[in-house]
């Protein structure tokens, strides 16, 4: 009986492995066949730039999207939708703090008349403060009666008249807009209304002032409130009725830093006005 032995292994130079290097086979060992896997990356973005080494374009559509297109392939992503904001009805005009405090003023003397109780009138008078626009008023004083005559807020932007180391004046004819502003850093104002274009069943005025008198002229049977008008240092007059029992009528407010405001008629004396 004839002992098996291992197969003689014989050294041969395969043509699979790189040059030069000797592997070893055994014979009548059965090699497979060598395959490739072929893996295709044309297609895949990243960022701008395809992974065959080729920049992508993007390439509109009818259809609201875009394509991005690379190596021959291109991946379809649709474009977000705009966003449309619903268009709303506009809340109003917005109000001043004139009207605020004019409106505050009626509800202090609802309590007086006993018409509202203290609780009522600190409720209310948070929604007076804190309202922007004209119907935020209605709410706190729907309820009470309107025993003055309602003139409404003028609009439009105001006429600015600025000073600023010296006196401003407006004496004589002149026309007076609905709205007025006054800037003044130092020095004297004075506005006359006497003899000026009123226009304007309603003239609004906003003082900015900053060291200095001022004087404001209005002509007889004129009224002006100054509820909504902040003193510093200097005190605040006016010798014209408050009530709007008719035009013209003015709405005086803003602030004053050194120096008093006085609201008056002029007086002629000796032939001279004053």
């Known amino acids: 009986m004839i002992p098996r032995v291992p197969a003689p292994v014989i050294a041969a130079a395969t043509s699979s492995g790189p040059r030069g290097v000797i ?33 992508s374009t993007r390439v ?39 009207d605020r405090e004019r409106a505050a003023v009626r509800l202090q003397r609802a309590v007086g008349e006993g018409r509202i109780t203290f609780s009522e009138l600190e ?11 004209a119907a935020d008023l209605v709410p706190p004083l729907e309820d009470l009666p309107d025993d003055e005559p309602v003139l409404s807020t003028p609009v439009g932007p105001p006429l600015v008249l600025r ?78 009725p408050v009530a709007p029992a008719h035009a013209p009528h003015f709405r005086i407010y803003g602030r004053s830093g050194i120096g008093s405001v006085v609201v008056r008629r002029r007086y002629r004396i000796a032939g001279h006005l004053v």
């Open 123 to 133: 409720e209310r008078l948070e929604v007076v403060y804190a309202a922007r626009f």
């Open 23 to 55: 592997t070893v086979a055994t014979v009548g060992a059965v090699r497979p066949h060598p395959c490739r896997v072929r893996v295709s990356l044309a297609g895949l973005v990243i960022g701008s730039q395809a992974t065959d080494g080729r920049p």
């Open 163 to 240: 000073a600023g180391v010296g006196s401003l004046r407006r004496t004589g004819r002149w026309e007076v807009p609905a709205r007025l502003r006054v800037q003044s850093t130092m020095g004297a104002v004075l506005l006359d209304f006497t003899e000026a274009e009123l226009t304007h069943p309603v003239v609004e005025i906003e003082l900015e002032l900053g060291a200095g008198a001022a004087r404001l002229f209005v002509p007889a049977g004129a009224t002006a409130d100054l509820d909504g008008l902040v003193a510093g240092l200097g005190m605040v007059r006016s010798r014209v």
């Open 60 to 98: 509109p559509t009818p259809d609201g999207r875009y394509a991005a297109r690379m190596s021959g392939s291109s991946i379809w992503r649709p474009r977000p939708p705009a966003r449309v904001e619903p268009a709303g009805p506009r809340p109003g005009i917005r109000i001043s703090d004139a």
